[in-house]
């Protein structure tokens, strides 16, 4: 069966073929094998990013199109099978360009660290690259065996320059950056608290807490004294309005961990309260 391409309603133009495809007796797989392979895996690596409003490859229209690219500024849509079909010859050119073509592969390199250096791309890779780990559980399974096996071949000297150079990253990010500062207190306190207890809840701190560090943080916000910020945050604490101490059984103790129960203290004002139940504004 021939592919066939679709223009938007706005264009009759037809897709321009690929540039120099390769032929399938030259390949080690055929495209249709290929196409499989990439569709168990889930896996899309020439979707064109969302940036200014542009549409990305891969995209459906409502009578179940899927975008291809832009051509001459026209949309260009086609079926579902000849978008599997097209995108697997242009995975197997690419793979093989890059083999072959080395004065090539460097310059796309060099062409696509630059790209990403770009902080609208940068951050749209980073909400689909979250997105796609929620989205399937045998991406994530996928993602975590690598990890695994990555962190297994390391030496103890490659360990140690990670484990610096991540440390460094927190320590920067945690003086510069309100929510992940907010983050790391909150879960801090609890953990010190239930490790003190010798208590074991396998439980995330989002869900005890009850809400996203956003909402937390505007939460607190809410309830700033005056001069109080995220400016001077380490001249106050996060306070447990009815404090940790007094709960009897892990219910009470995840009860009282929820947003609604935490307020900004000063830090002397909490060191006086220790635990007794204040709560400065009612």
């Not at 249709?32 to 990305?56: H, M, S, T």
């Not at 790391?184 to 989002?206: H, M, N, Q």
């Not at 940790?244 to 129960?261: F, G, M, P």
């Amino acid at each position: 069966m021939k592919n066939c391409t679709h223009t938007c309603p706005q264009s009759e133009e037809k897709a321009a073929p690929l540039n120099q495809p390769l032929k399938p007796q030259q390949l080690e797989q055929t495209p249709e094998n290929l196409a499989l392979e990439l569709e168990k895996q889930n896996f899309e690596p020439f979707n064109k990013l969302i940036v200014n409003g542009k549409r990305k490859r891969g995209d459906v229209s409502t009578n179940g199109l899927r975008f291809w690219e832009y051509k001459r500024g026209k949309e260009v849509w086609m079926r579902e099978d000849d978008f599997i079909k097209r995108r697997a010859k242009l995975a197997l050119w690419l793979k093989t360009k890059r083999e072959n073509d080395h004065a090539w592969r460097e310059r796309n390199d060099k062409r696509t660290s630059e790209r990403r250096k770009n902080p609208e791309i940068a951050a749209y890779r980073l909400k689909r690259k979250r997105e796609l780990y929620a989205e399937s559980e045998e991406r994530r399974a996928r993602i975590l065996l690598q990890a695994k096996q990555s962190r297994e071949r390391l030496t103890p000297f490659q360990k140690r320059q990670r484990l610096n150079k991540h440390l460094e990253y927190c320590r920067k990010r945690y003086a510069t950056d309100a929510l992940f500062n907010l983050s790391v207190r909150v879960r801090r306190r609890i953990k010190v608290f239930l490790k003190g207890r010798g208590i074991d809840i396998r439980t995330s701190t989002r869900k005890m807490v009850g809400c996203d560090t956003e909402t937390l943080k505007r939460h607190l916000e809410s309830l700033f004294c005056e001069k109080m910020g995220w400016h001077n945050k380490n001249k106050w604490h996060i306070d447990h309005i009815i404090p940790l101490a007094s709960a009897k059984s892990e219910d009470e103790i995840l009860r009282l961990c929820h947003y609604t129960n935490l307020q900004p203290l000063w830090a002397i004002d909490n060191l006086r309260k220790g635990n007794k139940i204040i709560w400065q504004y009612q």
